[in-house]
C-alpha cells in the first residue's frame, strides 16, 4: 500500500508563503490522481488542486485564484503545494490524496481519493 507523508506546515503571518510537500513511499505519478486537500477547524474537507495520472496539466479549485501553485518532482516521489498571499481564512489541515480512478463529475471530490496522508498544519495568524 502507498504510504504518503505530508510536511512543510507551520504559523505563518497573512500575507506570507509557505511550500508543503508530500512524498510518496514508491513511484505513483503513472498509477495515481494525485491531490491536495484541506480541511479547516469545523468545516467539511475541501480540494485545492490535483494532477492526473500520468498528465501533466494541474486542475485547481476556484478559489484558489492563482495563489497556489501545485507541482511534482516525479524522480523523488514528490508533490509540492506552494502558498502564496496566506490569509487566516487558509488556516487548515492540508492533506495530499492519492486515487486510481475519478469516478465522480468533481476531480476533486475527496471520495475518488482512497489514500490520504496524515496532514500538516497550517495556521495563517498575526
Known amino acids: 500500500q502507498v504510504q504518503l507523508v505530508e510536511s512543510g506546515g507551520g504559523l505563518v503571518q497573512p500575507g506570507g508563503s509557505l511550500r508543503l510537500s508530500c512524498e510518496a513511499s514508491?513511484?505513483?505519478?503513472?498509477?495515481?490522481?494525485v491531490g491536495w486537500f484541506r480541511q479547516a477547524p469545523g468545516k467539511e474537507r475541501e480540494g485545492i488542486s490535483f494532477?492526473?495520472?500520468?498528465?501533466?496539466?494541474?486542475f485547481y479549485a476556484d478559489f484558489v485564484e492563482g495563489r497556489f501553485t501545485m507541482s511534482r518532482d516525479g524522480a523523488k516521489n514528490t508533490v509540492y503545494l506552494q502558498l502564496n498571499n496566506l490569509t487566516p481564512e487558509d488556516t487548515a489541515v492540508y492533506y495530499c490524496?492519492?486515487?486510481?480512478?475519478?469516478?465522480?463529475?468533481?476531480?476533486?471530490?475527496?471520495?475518488?481519493?482512497?489514500?490520504w496522508g496524515q496532514g500538516t498544519h497550517v495556521t495563517v495568524s498575526s
Open positions: 494532477i492526473p495520472k500520468g498528465g501533466s496539466r494541474i
Open positions: 514508491r513511484f505513483i505519478s503513472g498509477q495515481y490522481n
Open positions: 490524496a492519492a486515487g486510481r480512478a475519478i469516478l465522480t463529475a468533481d476531480r476533486l471530490d475527496p471520495n475518488n481519493y482512497n489514500i
